[in-house]
C-alpha cells in the first residue's frame, strides 16, 4: 500500500505515515470509522485544527474548513466508503 497522504487544514504541510491506517465503512444504519494507533491520531488532529478555525463561517471557508477522505486522496484503505469532515461554526 502506498503511503498514506494528509493535509491538515490551514497547514502548508503534509504529514506522510506508512503506518496511518483508517477505514470506514457503513455499519447498522450510519458508518464505522477504524483505525490504528497512527489512523485515528491523525483523524484527531484534522479534527482538532479544523475546530480551531475562525468562527466566522466565511473566513473559516476560505482557510479550508473541510477534509475529504476518500481514494483519491489516498488517506483511506482499500474498500472504504469516502467521507468529509466539516466545520460548521453556525451548527
Same mark, same amino acid.
Given at each position: !500500500?502506498? $503511503?498514506?497522504?494528509? !493535509?491538515?487544514?490551514?497547514? +502548508?504541510?503534509? #504529514? !506522510?505515515?506508512?503506518?496511518?491506517?483508517? *477505514?470506514? /465503512? $457503513? /455499519?447498522?444504519?450510519?458508518?464505522? #470509522? =477504524?483505525? &490504528?494507533?497512527?489512523?485515528? *491520531?491523525?483523524?484527531?488532529? #484534522?479534527?482538532?485544527?479544523?475546530?480551531?478555525? $475562525?468562527?466566522? &463561517?466565511?473566513? =473559516?471557508?476560505?482557510?479550508? &474548513?473541510?477534509?475529504?477522505?476518500? %481514494? /483519491? !486522496?489516498?488517506?483511506?484503505?482499500?474498500?472504504?466508503?469516502?467521507?468529509?469532515?466539516? /466545520? +460548521? $461554526? %453556525?451548527?
Amino acid at each position: !500500500m502506498a $503511503p498514506v497522504v494528509c !493535509m491538515v487544514p490551514g497547514e +502548508d504541510t503534509k #504529514i !506522510m505515515a506508512a503506518e496511518c491506517k483508517l *477505514k470506514a /465503512y $457503513p /455499519y447498522e444504519g450510519g458508518f464505522e #470509522i =477504524a483505525g &490504528n494507533r497512527e489512523g485515528l *491520531k491523525q483523524l484527531a488532529e #484534522i479534527c482538532l485544527s479544523l475546530a480551531e478555525l $475562525p468562527e466566522n &463561517n466565511e473566513e =473559516a471557508k476560505r482557510l479550508g &474548513n473541510h477534509y475529504h477522505f476518500a %481514494d /483519491y !486522496m489516498n488517506n483511506l484503505e482499500n474498500g472504504s466508503t469516502e467521507f468529509t469532515i466539516l /466545520y +460548521d $461554526p %453556525d451548527l
